[in-house]
């Protein structure tokens, strides 16, 4: 069965310090966490070299609940561990881990990009992981800057900022603000299960309906009709509008691909909700995986447009850094037959390998599968009269209201 083996990585380590031209040119090295650490190809290059059958026959069992099939080294680990098959019987593996909530004051909130194929430049996550589990979550990386896995831990360690309010009121409070629209949960969902209880989110909310500050935000959670009347008020004034984030429309598939999120038929009820409370809503199918959920695409689109969504986007399957080895692991678990067959058409859409991360490709893919994708998506686009506004009308920032502002109508 199974057995975790040590590789030591100080060989690799060496071989790092004179080959740093070529390491991964991804954005989440760039992350200040990362400054200083050192990354462990080892844990990297792992993913690459898989062997698909064994890992068919090395498989673990999945925890119920739970997206992520291991905990599995992060690129800082100064050892990687890997499963093998030693003959032995397995030692009867946990089958659950509890969610702890860790707390993380922040010192700023509001983070900026500059990506060209991205929407927004400024965003607020009001957690740090996400017990949603959804093995394709290209969030998980950002896990090893807190030196920890991003496979379990980050489901199952959640880093709660319960200053975000305070700190953004502050922010915005700053003389020479400029307002601009702030995308919050862009990496992480701001409706994840502890939301419920911990209500930093809501005090987000509270603050950007305060100062008429425009916002987008992302969920697969229908726990957002909790504050479906701030959402309705703002948009009013062009001030909110809401991406849904739907993949399937199966319940098996969902429990398998993103565990702890909300049903299908209950993102569509949200959906449908915010449309009928005058809220701009974007379905968002992505990822797309080839042989997985891909099939579906049309269908996701058409369910989302009946239920009132204006606008529709797709990405493509991700692997960044670690997630390649993550998701390889899962393929085997919950589809061992069609596991090679899926990496063969990510790879035939990313050049050869399973991630290129340059700007304009990385969301879409390249080559006959990726592109007929894209064809799919426009005609259901047309034949669904979904972004027909399009670009989207722009959030309204004329209503902002600075604190110095507000004093004045006192
Ligand atoms: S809901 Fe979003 S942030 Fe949470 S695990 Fe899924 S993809 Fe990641």
Request: charge should be positive; glycine fraction near 4%.
């Amino acid at each position: 069965m199974t057995y975790d083996k040590l590789i030591p990585s100080g060989a690799h380590h060496d071989k790092a310090k004179h080959r740093k031209d070529k390491q991964p040119k991804d954005k989440y090295l760039k992350n200040k966490h990362a400054k200083g650490k050192q990354v462990n190809e080892s844990v990297l290059s792992h993913a690459h070299n898989i062997d698909l059958n064994e890992l068919v026959t090395a498989s673990t069992l999945a925890m119920k609940g739970r997206g992520a099939v291991s905990n599995s080294s992060n690129r800082y680990d100064s050892e990687s561990m890997v499963k093998i098959d030693d003959g032995w019987t397995a030692e009867v593996a946990s089958t659950s881990v509890q969610t702890k909530l860790i707390p993380a004051p922040s010192k700023t909130i509001i983070s900026s990009n500059s990506s060209p194929d991205i929407s927004f430049s400024k965003s607020i996550n009001p957690y740090r992981g996400c017990e949603h589990g959804c093995i394709y979550c290209y969030a998980r990386p950002t896990h090893a800057f807190w030196d920890m896995s991003p496979g379990l831990d980050f489901e199952t360690n959640i880093f709660v900022k319960a200053n975000a309010a305070e700190m953004l009121e502050q922010t915005l409070n700053k003389p020479g603000y400029q307002c601009e629209p702030i995308c919050i949960g862009a990496n992480t969902d701001p409706y994840q299960p502890c939301e419920r209880t911990e209500r930093v989110t809501r005090g987000v909310l509270e603050v950007m309906q305060k100062h008429r500050h425009p916002f987008s935000i992302i969920t697969k959670s229908d726990l957002m009709l909790r504050d479906i009347e701030i959402y309705e008020e703002m948009a009013r004034d062009k001030l909110c509008s809401v991406a849904v984030s739907l993949t399937t429309l199966s319940n098996e598939t969902k429990r398998k691909l993103e565990p702890r999120t909300a049903s299908p038929a209950a993102r569509l009820r949200l959906i449908e909700q915010l449309s009928l409370a005058g809220v701009p809503v974007t379905v968002l199918a992505a990822p797309m995986i080839p042989a997985v959920n891909d099939h579906e695409m049309e269908a996701i689109l058409a369910s989302a447009a009946n239920a009132g969504a204006k606008y529709a986007e797709y990405i493509f399957l991700r692997l960044p850094l670690e997630i390649e080895m993550l998701f390889t692991e899962w393929l085997t678990e919950h589809y061992p037959g069609r596991a090679k067959h899926v990496m063969s058409i990510v790879r035939q859409s990313r050049e050869g390998k399973s991630y290129q991360s340059g700007f304009h490709t990385r969301m879409k893919g390249r080559g006959v599968f990726a592109d007929l994708l894209h064809q799919r998506f426009n005609i259901a686009l047309r034949k669904l009269g979904l972004n027909e506004e399009y670009p989207k009308s722009e959030l309204n920032t004329r209503a902002f209201q600075p604190a110095n502002q507000q004093l004045q109508l006192f």
